[in-house]
Nanobody, 128 residues
Framework: VQLVESGGGSVQSGGSLRLSCAAS????????MGWFRQAPGKEREGVAA???????NYAPSVKGRYTISQDNTNYTLYLQMSSLKPEDTAMYYC???????????????????????WGRGTQVTVSS
């Protein structure tokens, strides 16, 4: 099982990037998948997740700037990042499956699974 991220790079503050995560039909059979990031010296942080119904959830720090989406034909997960800030600098990873939590019909949060699959990451660097 492989998850392969791409699309990272170096941009100036206010710029945009689109990350891709090439997966497989097996991975896309899971209900929930998403993106995480980790900056040097900091803990890993959940960024965004999407479930098989297309419901999405975002960390407060990226809400309104990032958009997660999936292509069920090509088994690719995307993360469109706009209005990037220096504090967005990190290694970005895609992961599946995730535990996704709902408050009635609202996709309220998500977390990784111990037995989940992870890509090797793609570096995003935002300069001021």
């Amino acid at each position: 099982v492989q998850l392969v991220e791409s699309g990272g790079g170096s941009v100036q503050s206010g710029g945009s990037l689109r990350l891709s995560c090439a997966a497989s039909a097996y991975i896309f059979s899971y209900h929930c998948m998403g993106w995480f990031r980790q900056a040097p010296g900091k803990e890993r942080e959940g960024v965004a997740a999407i479930d098989s119904d297309g419901n999405t959830n975002y960390a407060p720090s990226v809400k309104g700037r990032y958009t997660i989406s999936q292509d069920n034909t090509n088994y690719t997960l995307y993360l469109q990042m706009s209005s990037l800030k220096p504090e967005d600098t990190a290694m970005y990873y895609c992961a599946a499956p995730l535990d996704c939590y709902y408050n009635e019909d609202d996709f309220s949060s998500f977390s990784p699974r111990r037995e989940g699959y992870w890509g090797r990451g793609t570096q995003v660097t935002v300069s001021s």
